[in-house]
């Protein structure tokens, strides 16, 4: 039985497949009564895929409990092969600099969404004719991705509509996340990108998931007024051009 450590519908017990935050997950294996080998497989979208085999081993019982620790006898590796000479990735992309931004309103709070502080964020009044938010870059760029932490991340989305210099790089609507959001551009070179609320935002989507014992889950900065169907609220905003 795999059980999955992602929050959700039953805690995604017996489910073959669960959301990664950061390309992270962790889950938990209960084997059956007869002992052999268990193989994991993990794949996605856009991702080489990777297995890994476990072997079960008998266990001794003494009236249904066992009289040794589960890890008792389970090999230590706990030495490491020379460093390699090349590096152990690839990088596929650039952080791109913020140099300034302004807003529909709360202009002066419009730097709050690209703080690097996930406890504060830039929100309009709630009005969709003020819905927009327009970054300046620190020089121009061709802007491949852009990750955006959207207040109400798990219960809400947002139909969007960004532009780079004034042409149109996405138009569509996010969907609810774990946290944040990457949005796949079109590939325009610009400095000034502008992201605006298209149409009102949808509300509703798992907003009562709460954790084991109970506690609400995280879903962006508490306030009220990100909560109006015209609101745009960002926590954090990236963008990233393609590397080469």
């Known amino acids: 039985m795999a059980r999955g450590m992602a929050m959700g519908p039953d805690n995604y017990v017996l489910a073959k497949s669960f959301p990664v935050e950061g390309g992270v997950n962790r889950f938990m294996i209960r084997s059956a009564t007869t002992p052999g080998a268990i193989t994991v497989k993990a794949q996605a979208d856009g991702l080489k895929a990777a297995s890994i085999q476990l072997i079960t081993r008998p266990v001794k ?43 529909g309103a709360n202009a002066e709070k419009a730097g709050q969404s690209y703080d690097d502080n996930e406890l504060s964020d830039w929100v309009n009044d709630g009005k969709l004719t003020t819905a927009w938010i ?5 020089e121009a760029a061709t802007v491949d991705e852009i ?6 991340f798990r219960s809400r989305t947002y139909p969007l509509i960004i532009t780079v210099d004034g042409k149109e790089a996405f138009n569509g609507t996010t969907k609810p996340t774990l946290g944040y959001y990457t949005i796949q551009c079109k590939l325009v070179k610009g400095k000034k990108i502008r992201i605006r609320l298209a ?46």
């Open 199 to 244: 149409t009102n935002a949808a509300t509703g989507f798992g907003s009562g998931e709460v954790e084991v014992g109970g506690k609400k889950l995280d879903d962006g900065v508490a306030r009220d007024d990100a909560k109006a169907k015209g609101a745009l609220s960002i926590i954090e905003a990236e963008f990233y051009e393609r590397v080469k």
């Open 61 to 103: 019982t003494e009236n249904g409990l066992c009289t040794i620790l589960p890890e008792a006898g389970l090999p230590s590796v706990l030495t490491r092969g020379a460093t390699p000479a090349t590096p152990s990735y690839t990088l596929s992309r650039k952080a791109l600099g913020v140099k300034s931004a302004t807003a």
């Open 134 to 138: 327009e970054y300046e870059l620190a």
């Open 147 to 152: 990750a955006l932490k959207l207040n109400n």
